[in-house]
């Protein structure tokens, strides 16, 4: 079974996409095609005689396989020039050069990503994998078509020539290996079926059912011939018969038996487990007539004339299958009783059938115009953008086949994402407009923390590159280091991908944790010093704190969040007990100098606690301290609450009151920055202060020093009359540059 010439003039809106460049030619004359067809063979010919492709199969008559089949789904003559072309292309220094020159940049352009798609594909299925991974090769098979498929010429190339290398198995009689059959079952062949391409889409199925189960093949073929004289004079009987049917109520019809693949009835076969003399479309009909009207009443006239067989009528006319395939079928039983699937259509619906988006009229109409180089404006550039649509919606909806995905934005789908591949041939996927930051971080996080530069196609790029489909992109590493903060710049385009965004950030975060757990390591260990405790194990001490472990203590005394006097009542015998005179009686509430009411005796001394800084309106609580008065908490402030819990008997109720006589209210709050480290931003910071009025009381800043430079942690005492005011002052604080981030402790 061979795939054969289609009908000139039947030509539906195909559904192709035009390059940029043309193919035909200058003006793209049909005599310009078959110029250009002729001149690209003798170029190639004295490159590929003699030559073997790793198949065994010479190279030449490999060219020649692939233009006839081209031609048989009705390629235009540039189109099958491309054919020879692009094998020759391996047998020439600068292919891409010598083709430009002689034939022009868009024959250039395919030669090479064809070239490139064989390529990498050699590669991802000669890759030593195990038998687990053999599903996820064949996936980036499948990648790489999509990676390709914005020049749909790429595509039909490849299934040309994976259709003609199969045929060459198969009239050499050598084994067909395993991994190439099973990759045209599992790829090329629903490829092609999504495409439309039946002719291709059929005999794809056959040859590698014939490779991949020999001995079913064999089986089913032996018993379709056992019948075949018989099948046939039956099926030309009742040809004839109907189409005389037909021409005698007035209906012009060309009714023609269609050809039997063994792999669709072998699959019937099984899905259904029925014997071979089961299956319907063994014997069928096909029956093209000129328009939708004559369809229904050439099915009238067959279901008057045979009795039809229940429940197989499929009506594809008013509901097209998700590829665009439209037809009616329904199955009847012949004078002799037996079985006989016969299809209605109309010839635009048959040649889509035949030969899918790569119909005859696409090329001819391409040709006309110049190849992928329209240039007339109107309806050809409206069905041109209609069919570059259609083609990408086949293409995802076999994708969502592999990989079961919800429908979604066809175009947005495609627009949003690109394939490149890494030097051993794995393919990446990456979101459109990444960069060799976003390769490199996909590939592995630390390759992307030590990415210092990239080649793409073998040359060097900047960082910012903008990638495209099909690209190979090799990073160039350092041995240790980190990212740049530059990458987190927007307008500097070095990331485009959120996940390697992200990525960046946690690097830093987690370069400024280890300096707060290293302070914060420094702060305890002293503090262990001074009361002669080193030996206590750290974790134990930061069990009996109530904490998981040692890092987490050290985490939240360098954010000065846990104050050091916690450690040291822990570490210093408890005192004795207070007696129950000394619990302060609870009778009213009474102004303190501190402008806090507190319900207890008079004159109670107060003081504001350092730890959580409280400030008017903040909920407030007081713990009795022992010769210091009350201490004033912010109610959630971690201290105050495991005191609390500790010692609730101390807690006492407190609430703001009204500021001082003769002055104005002012609290101490500590805010606190984290920035990168640069000159002047200290002085920055503390103009915002300044322009807000705000009197800054204390500074203290440390810097970590890195890859980048520097991060700079600081923290700030300024007095306030309301915490509300905070709020406003710490977003301005945060758009200084360099600030990542401000907020009050």
């Known amino acids: 079974m061979k795939t054969g010439a289609i009908a000139a003039g039947q030509g539906p809106a195909a559904i192709v996409q035009l390059s940029d460049a043309g193919l035909a030619g200058a003006d793209g004359s049909e005599d310009q095609g078959l110029a250009a067809l002729q001149r690209a063979r003798a170029f190639a010919e004295p490159l590929l005689s003699g030559q073997r492709l790793d198949t065994g199969e010479d190279a030449l008559d490999h060219a020649d396989g692939v233009a006839a089949i081209l031609q048989g789904i009705g390629a235009a003559p540039a189109m099958r020039a491309a054919a020879y072309l692009v094998y020759a292309g391996d047998y020439l220094q600068r292919p891409e050069e010598m083709v430009a020159k002689a034939f022009g940049e868009s024959y250039a352009s395919l030669v090479v990503h064809t070239r490139k798609l064989v390529q990498i594909q050699r590669a991802a299925r000669e890759a030593q994998v195990e038998d687990e991974q053999r599903a996820q090769q064949t996936e980036r098979v499948r990648k790489m078509l999509l990676a390709f498929s914005r020049d749909l010429r790429v595509v039909l190339l490849r299934l040309a020539s994976r259709l003609q290398t199969l045929r060459w198995y198969a009239s050499a009689k050598r084994v067909c290996p395993a991994l190439l059959a099973l990759e045209t079952q599992q790829v090329f062949a629903p490829l092609a079926n999504r495409l439309g391409i039946w002719q291709i889409k059929w005999e794809l199925e056959d040859l590698a059912f014939r490779f ?76 093209v007539v000129a328009d939708v009207p004559a369809c229904y009443a050439a099915l ?106 919800a429908p979604q934005s066809e175009q947005a789908a495609f627009d949003d994402r690109i394939y490149v591949f890494t030097p051993q041939a794995t393919v990446i996927e990456l979101p459109a407009g990444a960069t060799p930051v976003d390769f490199a971080y996909c590939v592995h996080s630390d390759l992307g923390h030590r990415c210092r530069g990239a080649r793409v196609d073998g040359a060097m790029v900047p960082l910012n590159t903008a990638l495209a489909n099909g690209q190979t992109v090799e990073i160039i590493a350092a041995k240790d280091g980190g990212p740049s903060l530059d990458w987190l710049n927007s307008e500097l385009g070095y990331l485009k991908s959120h996940r390697s965004r992200a990525k960046v950030r946690a690097w830093f975060n987690a370069q400024a944790l280890s300096a707060t757990v290293a302070r914060g390591r420094e702060l305890v260990e002293k503090l262990l010093q001074r009361e002669g405790r080193t030996a206590l194990k750290l974790d134990d001490l930061a069990a009996q704190l109530g904490f998981k472990g040692a890092e987490a203590l050290f985490e939240v005394v360098g954010k000065d969040e846990y104050s050091l006097r916690h450690i040291e009542n822990l570490l210093r015998p408890a005192e004795p007990p207070a007696p129950e005179a000394q619990v302060i009686p609870l009778k009213r509430a009474r102004g303190t100098e501190g402008g806090v009411l507190v319900v207890g005796v008079e004159s109670l001394l107060t003081q504001l606690a350092r730890c959580c800084r409280p400030a008017p309106p903040d909920a407030i609580g007081g713990y009795v301290t022992r010769g210091k008065g009350v201490a004033i908490h912010r109610a959630n402030c971690p201290n105050f609450r495991h005191m609390a819990e500790r010692q609730p008997d101390r807690v006492i109720a407190v609430a703001w009151g009204d500021a001082p006589k003769g002055r104005e209210a002012a609290y101490p709050v500590d805010v606190l920055v984290e920035a990168a480290d640069r000159p002047g931003l200290l002085r920055d910071i503390s103009e915002v202060f300044s322009k807000d009025k705000l009197n800054v009381i204390g500074v203290h800043t440390q810097t970590v020093r890195d890859v980048t430079g520097g991060t700079a942690f600081m923290t700030f005492t300024i007095e306030v009359d309301d915490a509300h005011r905070l709020g406003a002052v710490l977003r301005v604080v945060a758009q200084v540059p360099g600030v990542r981030r401000a907020r009050r402790r």
């Open 212 to 287: 991949l189960q020999p001995e079913t093949y064999r089986l089913v073929a032996t018993q379709l011939a056992e019948t075949r004289v018989a099948r046939e004079q039956g099926v030309e009987a009742v040809r004839r018969q109907l189409a005389d049917e037909l021409a005698a109520v007035g209906i012009a019809a060309e009714v023609q038996g269609r050809p039997k693949h063994l792999y669709s009835i072998w699959k019937k076969m099984q899905g259904k487990s029925l014997a071979l003399g089961q299956v319907f479309d063994v014997r069928a009909l096909r029956v």
């Open 300 to 405: 009238s006239r067959v279901h008057e004339r045979y009795r039809p067989v229940p429940g197989e009528y499929d009506d594809y006319i008013a509901r097209p299958k998700p590829n665009g395939y439209q037809s009616l079928h329904t199955v009847v039983l012949g004078d002799d009783g037996r079985p006989v699937e016969v299809q209605i259509r109309t010839a635009a619906m048959h040649e889509h059938a035949e030969h899918g988006v790569a119909a005859h009229w696409a090329y001819k109409e391409a040709g006309a115009r110049g190849y992928a180089g329209v240039s007339a404006a109107g309806e050809f550039e409206e069905r041109v953008a209609e069919a570059r649509k259609a083609v990408l919606r086949q293409l995802l909806a076999w994708e969502r086949d592999y990989v079961g995905q």
